[in-house]
């Protein structure tokens, strides 16, 4: 079983930046994809990012394209979501998962392993 621990979450003002970190609990995390996904109140749950297994390829919701950067250290078996130019609309628990496949996807129901969630707080 894959355990996933999120940090880095806070409040920040708009225009400002984070870096979400998930750090995995096993080794068996190099060979998955891995997602962002973020969920506001009252929304439905929905795609941030993905990284394949490698690193070498990445994906992003047009909401966030050239704002937020995903990227993988399989050393330290950690995932990372950098976010610049943070919006009062980026406010959401942010949500890192495991995807058993090695190439990421859009899709939630394709993710098997789910971390608790951080809370991204952006004041305009």
């Known amino acids: 079983q894959v355990q996933l621990l999120e940090s880095g979450g806070g409040s920040v003002q708009a225009g400002g930046s984070l870096r979400l970190s998930c750090a995995a609990s096993?080794?068996?995390?190099?060979?998955?994809?891995l997602g962002w996904f973020r969920q506001a109140p009252g929304k439905e749950r929905e795609f941030v990012s993905g990284?394949?297994?490698?690193?070498?390829?990445?994906n992003y919701a047009d909401s966030v394209k050239g704002r937020f950067t995903i990227s993988r250290d399989n050393a330290k078996n950690t995932v990372y979501l950098q976010m610049n130019s943070l919006k009062p609309e980026d406010t959401a628990v942010y949500y890192c998962a495991a995807d058993p496949s090695r190439s990421s996807s859009s899709w939630s129901s394709r993710y098997d392993y789910w971390g608790q969630g951080t809370q991204v707080t952006v004041s305009s």
């Open positions: 096993r080794r068996a995390f190099s060979s998955r994809a």
């Open positions: 990284i394949n297994w490698s690193g070498g390829r990445t």
